[in-house]
């Protein structure tokens, strides 16, 4: 009954959904989200407790997937590492990319 227009996947989810589309094609071959590749991966923000500048992060990279226009001068990995220097005095993203299936992506999945 649910069929969103858009999917965000947590990068810690990635291959449950991954076995979960093998299990169950049909399904997710039925969502509009699927179909029109509107399935973005963010990166995991809660582990023990929440990393607030990984969530802002992900709030600026779903900006630049949603709305486009309003985010032209953002590039996500460049604000995920200012974002960093400014909570932790280092840069995450390089980091974050290498543990988690290269970062950032809208996932093109095939069903």
Not at 15 to 38: C, T, V
Not at 59 to 73: C, K, N, R, S, V
Request: glycine fraction near 4%.
């Amino acid at each position: 009954m649910w069929d969103p227009e858009i999917i965000v996947i947590d990068a810690n989810g990635y291959e449950l959904l991954m076995r979960d589309i093998q299990a169950m094609p049909e399904y997710y071959d039925s969502l509009q989200a699927f179909n029109k590749g509107d399935v973005f991966m963010q990166m995991p923000y809660n582990y023990y407790s929440t990393n607030i500048e990984i969530a802002l992060a992900n709030a600026y990279y779903l900006g630049t997937m949603l709305y486009p226009e309003a985010f032209t001068d953002i590039k996500p990995a460049e604000k995920t590492n200012e974002i960093s220097r400014f909570f932790l005095n280092f840069d995450v993203y390089e980091s974050l990319a290498e543990a988690y299936y290269g970062g950032y992506q809208s996932l093109e999945l095939d069903l």
